[in-house]
């Protein structure tokens, strides 16, 4: 029995299966600007970057579970300082767990909120 329980557990990472996901070509995200306390909602689109404040937004991807657009986004961008074009920022950003792969910059905070089909 005790080899049976340690064979699954050796096993189960493998059991686990991954989540199929759907693609858009847009995100809704938010800026914050801390200092102005300005906050705002914008809808982006990949290729297309948006200049919000001090940064350049450039969205690579936005990903969905399977059929449920609603449930979650996971958004791939690039974030450049607009004096200076210093890249910020480059990774994916969870919608449901914003400070789990954050922007850290003094003054802006951007995250995304859900995936938009166009």
Request: glycine content about 8%.
């Amino acid at each position: 029995m005790t080899r049976l329980l340690g064979l699954l557990c050796l096993l189960a990472p493998g059991l686990v299966l991954a989540q199929d996901a759907e693609e858009t070509t847009a995100a809704e995200i938010r800026w914050l600007d801390r200092t102005t306390g300005r906050l705002e909602t914008h809808l982006i689109t990949v290729g297309f970057p948006l200049t919000l404040g001090g940064l350049d937004v450039h969205l690579k991807a936005c990903r969905f579970p399977k059929g449920q657009i609603s449930l979650d986004a996971f958004a791939l961008f690039d974030i450049y300082d607009t004096r200076n074009t210093d890249q910020l920022f480059e990774g994916w950003m969870v919608g449901s767990s914003p400070a789990l792969n954050a922007l850290e910059h003094p003054r802006y905070d951007v995250w995304v909120l859900r995936c938009k089909t166009s």
